[in-house]
């Protein structure tokens, strides 16, 4: 993967920062598209009280398990466009044959999707605890929780992402096989905000939340990249 | 691809070519058909037939000789499925794709008659058709990540591309495993702590024991035969056009 020395190459650092930068641009320019998955999020929670019961007591004890199911959802829906406008326009082609590895370009694209959904759902998470009348010891612990676990999501759903680009209609699909791969983040995330709410120290769940989210950080990208050279070239 | 080529066995080659690879298994078939017929109506008459009740759970227990071992292929076929795939994205062996492909269903229904026998016997036991349990969820994570691999492997329409993609997803589902397969420890509620421990004396009286090692064998040989039945129906398929085929299929007619 090395590029002929007279071609002059763009240091790979700088390559992540331009990446990194103009993906945030772009996110920012479709601000609309941005705010959708936390516009999910906000209504999903509304359809609870709707659908289960308005009291406050049922709520609070369902509030950890649902907000943690509802953010996993709602970065699971903004995964299927991690790579697919790219894909359309050509722009990940060019991404596969830069002579800067691919990986570290995937780990860029990954990193502003979280800014763009995980960190945004983290920062919306209080609201939906009021909503669903979480009890205030929860709090530090749901937005810890979701901080490090969106970041994992987001890891893991880029391979999912990368797997079904070329698919049409790949949506369903993608949801499919990133699902089971969730299950464990959502275990954590969930039981680390019921502990803190039950009284007891989350510091176990959370470390191993961070566990998982370096875990995905190791894997991911190199799992994301190959996953893309599949898509592309079979 | 021309690089330095390892010096492998002659055997290895031939198991990697798909011709290779049919012919050599040919005369393995009624050998296995004939291991796991022995071995699963020897071990179920075992079983159900001569080992001693339960003392708690009486016949219902009996169940277990179904039900371990297909709970146990279940898990191996999955690395089965994995390891082949990592073959053939390491080595580009066509077949091991072909092995990935033909392994994949048959560890779902792995999953399905395990995740089925447990619902019935946790009926008698538990009271109750399905509890969320460690064991069982992460038996259902499993069936889910076999489903998904399947899924994906439909979705591709160009065949070498389906074979990639669903080998790294497999390898992604690997890395996942242990840490399903720890939340046993972590959640374990109302299932029995683990029977079979490979460190350990079996916590199983020996003359219940036997028959479900029997039964295990078994189900091995099943799995094997199965295995390399499917990989070779998949072979005729995707060889379809290729002379050897061809001269088989008359070769049958006549």
Known sequence: MSAPDVVPTLATGRAFRALLVRDLTLAFRHRGEMANPLIFFVMVATLIPLGVTPESRQLAALAPGIIWVMALLASLLSAESLFLADYRDGTLEQLVLSPQPLWLMVLAKITVHWLVTGLPLTLLSPLLGIMLSLPAAGFGSLMVSLVLGTAALSMIGAIGAALTVAISRGGLLLSLIVMPLYMPVLIFGASAVQLAVDGMSPAGNLAVLGALLAFSCLLSPFATAGALRVSLHG | ?????????????????????????????????????????????????????????????????????????????????????????????????????????????????????????????????????????????????????????????????????????????????????????????????????????????????????????????????????????????????????????????S
């Not at chain 2, 291991?35 to 075992?46: F, K, P, Q, R």
């Not at chain 2, 076929?77 to 092995?99: D, N, P, Q």
């Not at chain 2, 219940?208 to 064998?217: D, K, N």
């Open chain 2, 1 to 253: 691809m021309a690089r330095t080529r390892p010096i492998m066995p002659a055997w290895f080659h031939r198991l990697g070519s798909p011709k290779g690879f049919y012919s050599m298994t040919t005369p393995w078939l009624p050998w296995l058909a004939a291991a796991s017929l022995v071995l699963l109506i020897g071990g179920a008459v075992w079983g159900l037939g001569f080992a001693p009740a339960d003392a708690k759970q009486g016949n219902s227990f009996r169940i277990i000789y179904i039900h371990v071992p297909s709970a146990f292929l279940a898990l191996a076929g999955y690395y089965v499925m994995a390891v082949a795939g990592a073959i053939g994205l390491i080595w580009r062996m066509k077949l091991s794709f072909v092995a990935m492909k033909a392994a994949a269903p048959l560890g779902a229904a792995l999953t399905l008659i395990s995740l089925v026998t447990g619902a019935l016997w946790g009926k008698p036991t538990w009271g109750t058709y399905w509890v969320w349990d460690a064991r069982i969820t992460s038996m259902l994570v499993l069936f889910f990540l076999y489903l998904g691999v399947i899924a994906l492997h439909y979705a591709y329409t160009n065949g070498e591309a389906a074979g990639k993609a669903a080998a790294v997803l497999a390898l992604v589902g690997t890395a996942n495993i242990p840490i399903i397969y720890k939340s046993v420890d972590w959640w374990y509620t109302l299932h029995q702590p683990a029977t079979i421990k490979l460190t350990e004396a079996p916590s199983m009286h020996p003359s219940m024991f036997q028959p479900l090692l029997v039964m295990i064998a078994g189900f091995y040989c099943l799995y094997a035969l199965v295995l390399i039945l499917n990989i070779r129906a998949e072979i005729l398929h995707r060889e379809r056009g290729s002379h050897w085929v061809v001269e088989l299929a008359r070769s049958r007619r």
